[in-house]
Every structure is written in structure tokens, then in C-alpha cells.
């Protein structure tokens, strides 16, 4: 029997109208019928998305990153009021996206994702190796180390502290063709001078006092495979220049002399200082920085690549949360522009510490909010101003996303639901359904669907959340029964 390709369908609360029984002939189909989406599965063929309201709701933009060239319909019903320019560019942000309508005819299989801009890893790719590639300063990083790893170059990895550097080397070991072979890495800032050439090329038995046996040394532990020289501007010029006749003769001689043994290793190394400086004044050496220099890569600051900042917030959160054996907890919408306006001077490794210490002190509570990152004020109180760099631009908030904040740790404006009465009076029901509704979607938002601590956040039961969803019309009646 022939298998047929799979179609994931969000229906983002609309009533599917029985449609995913048409089109049975042609998909294998699945329905998310929450109001707020979930990711589709990873082996589906075409996403497609009911298109509803302005603006695509919040945590379609932040799932992007993870499904990489997936063809994407965004479909509208026949009755459905065209979208104005805007609102058709603001969908199609969302990445390799088709429109259509969603009729008894059904989509056709082989869609493939319109050509664009891509990065040579794909974001999901990237997202397995601890990496988000969204901003362009990130695609050139991970364009040049998928390239790097299709060969044995050596690599140079420049950049401030805590901005990933051992990530990206540990990514392009895991993508080379010898995966399966050692990754060793050396903080060579953390070994004494006196030790650090017989902790790299090893060393024979008597060569010293506490030779008592015959070490290998790392590069002979990383035969075959990869080892990164980390902080490697601290090695003393006497392991430079052992250093570079391992580069260029590829064999290490141990200390206490015997012959020399011939490894094959990729080198790459890191450095949070301009090397270049460290020739010009002469404590590095200038032959073996041309010799590292062969694929340099430069990892940008964090503060440079701020809208990829909700993405790490949010791996750190999903990983940290299973580390810990604690339950999943989500972010309210408030987070996202507070972390993105902070100046983060320990880059990539104090937004994940920060993500860590929210997680643990925010006890029970399944979501985090702006004041459990309080403490982020003690050393970065203010945005950029007042530190060299450019104040963030303030961006015109669209509807359903969190205001944009000019003091990050200013408390929200509490949500006014006062009203003048009209003149021709109102309909207090009806008032009183719409809150309800606003509340619960906003709710359902904030916990990405889950309606157990979409419940929780609003004091209520779950059945009764299901209840209510079923009166609202938030939801399919045979959905809610299904998930109860």
C-alpha cells in the first residue's frame, strides 16, 4: 500500500468545516485544533495554518526557527475578508510560506518551499547543536563552519567571552565526516605554563620528578578526531613554538625524547583577544597565527544579535527545565522585550545562567515573568545607554505582541477593563464573554496550548477551562472531549 504523504494542519480555533475528511484521499492528515499552535511533527510534508486576524499570533514567529525549509499553506476561507498589503507581509515574514484557499479541493502534494535565503545549516540543525542561526551575523558563522567542517582546515575562533565558541567547535566536529572520533577540548589559560606542553604532547616515563608512566598528551588522545586549544593567545611562546611543528609536521615529540609519534587531528582554536595585537607586541608568534588563521570565524556579541535572543531564552528554558527534573515552564510575552533590551556583557553563557536561576527560584509557578528576572537590574539596570553603544530603537508595537518597554524593569500597566456605559446601553453577557475569551486566549498563549496550566494561570479547574472553551467557542467540542 502506497503511503501517503503528511499533512499537519493548525487550525488556530477555526472549525475545520470536515474538511480533513475530503482531503483524506490524497494526505495522511493530523489537526491541531488549539487556539494557540503547536509545532508541527517533524516528519509532516506541508504545515498548513488557518491565517486568522492582522497579525500571525506570537509563537508562530518563535517555532520558525525550528522547522527549517518546511513548506508552509496559509490558508483562508472562501468568505474570509481579503488582507490588506501589510497584513499579508507581516504572515509571509514568517518564512517559506505559500497562500490558498482552504476548500473541498485539496492542497497539492510536492509543494516545495519557495527560494530565498537560506543558511547552509538549517535552523533545526542548528537548534540540535545548541546554536539559533536566525540573525545574519549568525548565518555567516554557520555557513562558514558547515564549510569548514566538509574539510580538515584549522579553524580560529575569535570573540568575546560566553559567546559560543566551544559550541560552534563542538558543531563542526559533530558535522565532519569523523563525528564518531574524539573531541578533546584544552583551556590552556587554565594550565600552568610548566605543565601545559606535557598536558598537550605527553610525555615518557623519568622525562621529570613525577614522570611515573608514559602520557599520551591530548593531541594523541584526539587521534582521528578534533582538539580545541581554547584561550589558546596564553600559551607561552616555548609551547608555540612545539605547537606549530605538530601543525605543520603533524606528529607530537613527548617529553623525555623517544621518536616522534604521527597524529592525525583537526585543530581549531579560541580566542576571546585580538591575536593579531598579540604579534604586533610580540608575545605571539607570527608564523603560527597564519598557520591558525586558515578558517577564522568570529562570533558575534550577543547585543548584536538581539532578535535571536527569545529563541535561546527559549531552548535554555526547555533544556535547563529537564536538567533540573523540573516541569516545562513557558515565559510570558512580557520577557521577550525585556531580555532583548538588556546590554548582556556575558553574552550567550549569562542569559543562560539567568534563564538557570529564574528556573530554580521561581518554585511551582509555570510561567516566568519580568520579576523573576529582577536581579538583571543589580548589573544591567539600564539598556545600552550609559555603556558606549547605541540606545534600542524604539519599534511600533504590533497588535497581540507585548508593548515595547523603556525601562525593562518598569512594573506592565496593570490591564484596565473599565468602560463608560453607552448611551444605548450593552449587553453585560456578552461584555462578560468577551473578557472571559481575551483572558483564556491570552492564557493559552502564554502556555503555548496547554490548557492544564492555561487552567492554572486563570485559578481554574481544568474541566471547568474545558468547559468554558466549549461555551466560547474556542475550540472544537469533539477536540476538548478528545484531549479530556
Known sequence: ???????????????????????????????????????????????????????????????????AA???????????????????????????????????????????????TTTQLSASQALAFGLVGTSAAMQDVLARARSAAATRATVLLLGESGTGKEVIARAIHRMSADAAEPFVAVHCGAIPENLL????????????????????????????????????????????????????????????GGAPVKVDVRVVTASNVDLWKKVQDGSFREDLFYRLEVVPITMPPLRARREEIPFLAQHF?????????????ALHPSVDPLLMSLPWPGNVRQLENAIERAIVLSGKRPVLTREDFAFLAERMGAPAEGRGEAPLAEPTPKAGFPPVLTDPFAPLPA?????????????????????????????????????????????????????????LELEDPDGIEAEA
Open 70 to 116: 518546511l513548506p508552509i499553506l496559509l490558508g483562508l476561507k472562501p468568505d474570509a475578508a481579503p488582507m490588506d498589503p501589510k497584513a499579508l507581509t507581516e504572515w509571509g515574514s514568517l518564512g517559506s510560506v505559500r497562500w490558498g484557499v482552504l476548500g473541498p479541493e485539496p492542497p497539492m502534494p510536492g509543494l516545495r518551499p519557495r527560494s530565498g
Open 415 to 471: 490591564v484596565a477593563f473599565g468602560m463608560d456605559l453607552p448611551p444605548q446601553g450593552l449587553d453585560l453577557n456578552q461584555v462578560v464573554s468577551d473578557m472571559e475569551k481575551t483572558l483564556m486566549l491570552q492564557s493559552l498563549a502564554i502556555t503555548r496550548g496547554n490548557k492544564k496550566r492555561a487552567a492554572d494561570l486563570l485559578g481554574l479547574k481544568r474541566t471547568t477551562f474545558l468547559e468554558k472553551m466549549k461555551r
Open 197 to 256: 606542553e606535557s598536558e598537550l604532547f605527553g610525555y615518557n616515563k623519568g622525562a621529570f620528578t613525577d614522570a611515573r608512566k608514559d602520557t599520551p598528551g591530548k593531541f594523541r588522545e584526539a587521534h582521528g578526531g578534533t582538539i580545541l586549544l581554547d584561550e589558546v593567545g596564553t600559551m607561552p611562546l616555548g609551547a608555540q613554538v612545539r605547537l606549530l611543528r605538530v601543525i605543520q609536521e603533524r606528529e607530537v615529540q613527548p617529553l623525555g
Open 1 to 67: 500500500m502506497t503511503q501517503l504523504p503528511r499533512l499537519h494542519w493548525s487550525t488556530l480555533g477555526d472549525d475545520t468545516g470536515g474538511l480533513e475528511h475530503r482531503w483524506a484521499a490524497l494526505w495522511d492528515i493530523t489537526v491541531d485544533r488549539g487556539a494557540s499552535p503547536a509545532l508541527a511533527p517533524r516528519d509532516v510534508d506541508l504545515w498548513v495554518i488557518s491565517a486568522r486576524g492582522a497579525w500571525p499570533p506570537p509563537e508562530l514567529n518563535r517555532m520558525m526557527a525550528e522547522v
Open 317 to 329: 528554558l526547555n533544556r535547563k527545565a529537564r536538567e533540573h527534573g523540573l516541569y516545562p515552564k
